[in-house]
């Protein structure tokens, strides 16, 4: 089983507060990843991360910044949420590296919601 | 742009069939092809992974096969059973460029297996 963990599992806060949702993996892998994803849609990459100090945009547009201090840490913070980042937000992880890419393993997911 | 489709979108089926999901996707130069299952409010679970050399994967009940030339997956999955409801779901990875890390996802096919 992957050891990747998201805190919190829920959270309900109100518009403009400032949020950090926590990841973090025991597993050693370089390549971090934040995804997003609303009800019965797709999943979109919004954030990723090869490595400590590296961090690069995904596909789907987000108002949210990420940070890689620490290989195993790879918190996701939105300075002032609207109703509008209401979903579902899932990291991943993967190796890579100098051979071919591996599974992307993920963790449980935070399910935000903005009133 | 590489597109994702899964087909259909919802399954029923009584336990004990035999059932296969299907995946296309519209760029075949890909590295690998992932196929997860998620259930509800959760994170998602690796069932297998294949690799573009490969044809077919195997899982316990689980088989799945790959035609890169013709842009398709299939995940079989045999004697379903209730534990098997979930939505699942396929991935592909871009063989090179810029972004190869990154997952493009289908929708998912939702599936409920009766007792």
């Known amino acids: 089983e992957a050891d990747i963990y998201q805190t919190p599992r829920y959270l309900v806060i109100g518009t403009g507060k400032k949020i950090t949702l926590e990841c973090s993996q025991t597993?050693?892998?370089?390549?971090m990843y934040w995804y997003q994803q609303d009800p019965g849609m797709e999943l979109h990459l919004i954030h990723y991360s090869y490595g400590v100090n590296s961090t690069e945009k995904g596909d789907l547009s987000s108002e949210s910044t990420v940070s890689r201090i620490r290989t195993e840490h790879f918190p996701l913070t939105l300075e002032s949420a609207r109703p509008s980042h209401t979903s579902q937000y899932l990291c991943?992880?993967?190796?890579?590296?100098?051979?071919?890419?591996?599974?992307?393993?993920f963790g449980p997911g935070t399910r935000l919601t903005v009133t | 742009k590489q597109e994702v489709t899964q087909i259909p979108a919802a399954l029923s089926v009584p336990e004990g069939e035999n059932l296969v999901l299907n995946c296309s996707f519209t760029d075949s130069a890909i590295y690998n092809l992932q196929w997860f299952r998620q259930d509800p409010g959760k994170g998602l679970t690796s069932l297998l992974l294949?690799?573009?050399?490969?044809r077919e994967q195997t899982s316990g009940r689980l088989n799945a096969s790959l035609d890169k030339s013709s842009g398709r997956s299939t995940l079989y999955i045999a004697a379903s059973q209730p534990g098997d409801s979930a939505t699942y779901l396929c991935?592909?990875?871009?063989?090179?460029?810029?972004?190869?890390?990154?997952?493009?996802f289908g929708k998912g096919t939702k599936l409920s297996v009766i007792p």
């Open positions: 597993m050693g892998h370089d390549k």
């Open positions: 294949i690799q573009s050399s490969q």
């Open positions: 991935a592909v990875r871009p063989r090179s460029g810029a972004g190869s890390y990154q997952l493009t």
């Open positions: 991943a992880s993967s190796e890579g590296g100098g051979g071919p890419p591996y599974e992307q393993y």
